[in-house]
């Protein structure tokens, strides 16, 4: 591998950590309640936990100087002092798991003392020993002290000799726990284990999800070429409560939607003067990707570079290009169908779409929604329109309902020479885009390319 094919793949590798961390972020935006949900869950649990384990702890201590009981004042006698403290401390153990001393407090107190609870410490190079007892019971562990301090000095005296315990400090009975309930520190420790959770879940969704989410998904994945990528646009409203028209021709969206459609159109011009073939049928897997503004865009786009085009809104049960194109309810395709409109009534030409005079471009919406669309797209009625208009135009567009849902787009394939498959960037599983295209496929229609929509 060359040095600049390697620079090259470094530099992919890179583009591909930088745009996973970019839909991460995203991910985690768009997951924010179950960030909350979580985090309040994680708090509470935690804070539950310290409220019903939580056993509070108190130690009883004593500190006392430590002297050998016949030393006399001299520059030796400190040696000797803190030689008996350490003893004293190594020794105790011992005389606990003896039993003898345990034995001895528990007449003084009248109860079972644990030894782990008592415990003998010397400080460093010193004679301070320290006696401590803990108990769960505050007044228990002093009352357990005091009887270690009167019966361990005849105990020990066997090992290290006899020796005087000058008591210095004392705790007496203990009102502060040792362990005293922290709830903030819990409760942020639960908030973080629920984010923590919510983090890992939105990494295992995108690492496990399938799919399509750049313009090489649709190559890679479906198998067809990649005609193009449109990108997102977020229809506002007017102060007359009016959505913007999302179509090409509308001057807030034109400058955004004009270079996306110039490179989808001019595929499609390609395949056109190769194979001779005007008639499209453009669909989706499933609802909601966005494949009948895709469909309205193209036409309008070939319009503008002069060809004659004719775009049927063949959604008989969701018709949407009028809402698209911003138009008010009428009749459409399906009322031409059923025989209560005539055709011409129902077309509409730039000029009554507000679109330039010099556009050839008409629309047959699709009238008010009906059920069994399939049967009156599969009539007589619905063969003979799409001839008639393939007579003047020189691209006719059908905007199919999604192929993964209805039989439509199978219905309509009869009428078209090829199909464009629209999906929606991270919308749509793999799996449910390849059965819809499966059964668009076995209908004998060439599925020529697919647009990434909302990028």
Known sequence: MGHQERENNAELERIDIIEFLQEYVKKLCRMWVWLVIFSLLGAGLFYARVQRQYVPVYTASATFAISIWDNQQSSS??????????????????????????????????????????????????????????????????????????????????????????????????TVPDNPRNFTRQIIKGALCGVILVAGW???????????????????????????????????????????????TEPRIEGVLREPLRIIRNKVERYVNE????????????????????????????????????????????????????????????????GKAEINDCMLRANELGLGKDMNVMIIPGGKPVEGGSELLESKKMGALVEIVKKWADYVILDSAPAGLLTDAVVLAQYADAAIFVVRKDYAKVDYIMDGMEQLAESGISIIGGVLNGV
């Not at 939105?202 to 067809?224: G, N, P």
């Not at 309008?300 to 309810?329: F, M, N, T, W, Y």
């Open 275 to 338: 194979s001779g073939k005007k008639v499209f049928l453009v669909t989706s897997a499933l609802a909601g990707e966005g494949k009948s503004t895709v469909a309205v865009n193209l036409a309008l786009s070939l319009a503008q570079a002069g060809h004659k085009v004719v775009l049927i809104d063949c959604d008989l049960r969701h018709p949407s290009g009028r809402e698209i194109l911003g138009i008010k309810d009428g009749n459409g395709l399906g009322e031409v169908l059923t």
């Open 77 to 174: 006698s400190a040696y000797y002092d803190n030689a008996a403290a350490e003893q004293m401390a190594t020794t105790f153990p011992y005389i606990l798991t003896s039993g003898v001393l345990r034995r001895q407090v528990e007449a003084d107190v009248g109860e079972s003392v644990a030894t782990g609870s008592i415990k003998a410490v010397v400080a460093n190079n010193t004679n301070l020993l320290t006696l401590s007892v803990t108990s769960v019971d505050p007044e228990s562990a002093y009352e357990v002290l005091q009887s270690v301090i009167k019966n361990y000095p005849s105990l020990s005296e066997v090992i290290v000799g006899r020796v005087n315990m000058a008591l210095l400090d004392e705790t007496g009975i203990p």
């Open 202 to 248: 939105a990494a295992l969704k995108l690492f496990t999800r399938r799919t399509i989410r750049k313009e090489s998904d649709v190559q890679e994945r479906m198998h067809i070429k990649c005609f193009g990528a449109v990108p997102q646009i977020t229809a506002k409203k007017r102060s007359n409560s009016l959505k913007w028209r999302i179509v090409l």
